[in-house]
């Protein structure tokens, strides 16, 4: 685990002379990428939610493509389309922005439901299927989704479904005066994505993501995690509660995060610091809960108080 350790550091560290004074935000990211899930990133425009996504890719010499989305666009758009070769007289698959390593879904809301439908089976499954026949996708594949919470003039609500797909969301917020400073300073006369380096390769990443999946989680802490998770389910104020997948994103992301602190083992810390940015998303809270300003995180810190945290148990 040293050695994930070391090498999460290095890649993170070189992110970070990109994006400044986002620690948080890098971690999460790294976290996602190591389990092989999806990053959404929830934010107002201009706090480098586009710059995050091109920064790991130009860090692990990844394949990247971004797909604005926009209400006209179509599900063609994102997957490819058939067409018609007339030398050869047949049809060939012409890819879709989709078929990348890293993918930039930036402000996914402002789709129809139509076009973010067409995300699912890449997201899930890691694959497309156009006209009878299924495609595979890139490994490493992560789609980076953003969507602005404050504007919603001309945007569509992301399904339940969708979002769930979402390892993780994470906000990338404002950077204190002092380091906003040091980022003018940084782009007076170039950007510091220009300068930047790859430091491991997409090999590398893949065998970091078979390594985090050995990392022991004991019986206690599966009964923790689940017992969070069901909590949710019978809260008095959510309307829905997270799935199975959401049990599956603590649990795999708790692995990451030990493995990157040089632990072959999870602790309850693990669990406790990822249930917010694993759950939230999935929750439905209660329209009577709503009207109360009772938001999907104070159900969470609530229900994190309420459940006892197993003993650590020496193996």
């Known amino acids: 685990m040293q050695n994930i350790q070391s090498v999460t550091d290095k890649l993170c560290e070189n992110v970070e002379k990109v994006i400044v ?6 971690q999460k990211t790294m976290l996602a990428l190591l389990v092989q899930g999806h990053v959404l990133i929830e934010d107002v425009p201009g706090v480098g939610k586009t710059i995050l996504a ?7 010499g990844c394949s990247f493509k971004r797909i604005q989305f926009t209400p006209d666009m179509l599900p063609s758009d994102v997957t490819g389309v058939s067409v018609f070769n007339q030398k050869e007289r047949e049809f060939e ?5 989709i078929f990348a390593e890293i993918v930039l879904a930036d402000e996914i809301n402002r789709a129809t439901p139509k076009t973010q439908s067409a995300l699912l089976e890449a997201m899930e499954e890691r694959q497309v299927t156009v006209d009878g026949t299924t495609y595979k996708m890139a490994n490493p594949f992560l789609v980076m989704a953003t969507q602005n919470p404050i504007e919603y003039e001309g945007t569509f609500p992301l399904p339940e479904a969708q979002l769930d797909r979402f390892v993780l969301r994470i906000q990338l917020g404002y950077v204190p005066p002092a380091q906003e400073v040091a980022i003018l300073n940084a782009q007076q006369f170039h950007h ?18 078979e390594a985090v999946k050995a990392v022991y989680v004991d019986d206690s802490i599966k009964e923790y995690i689940v017992a969070i998770v069901s909590a949710t389910r ?20 708790a692995q990451a995060r030990a493995a ?4 072959d083992f999870v602790i309850p810390d693990d669990v406790k610091a990822l249930a917010e940015p694993a759950l939230a998303h999935r929750l439905i809270i209660s329209p009577a809960a709503r009207m109360k300003n ?3 995180e104070d159900v969470i810190a609530e229900i994190l108080h309420a459940i006892p945290v197993p003993s650590q148990k020496v193996r």
């Open 93 to 97: 698959f012409r890819e879709g922005p």
């Open 21 to 26: 004074g986002k620690h948080d935000a890098v």
């Open 192 to 209: 510091p994505i220009d300068d930047l380096q790859q430091v491991i390769s997409q090999a590398e990443l893949v065998q970091l993501q």
């Open 234 to 253: 019978d809260h008095p104020n959510v309307y829905l509660g997270a799935s199975p997948r959401g049990s599956l994103a603590i649990f795999k992301t």
């Open 294 to 296: 009772v938001n999907a």
């Open 54 to 60: 091109r920064t790991f890719a130009r860090s692990i």
């Open 260 to 263: 990157m602190d040089g632990r």
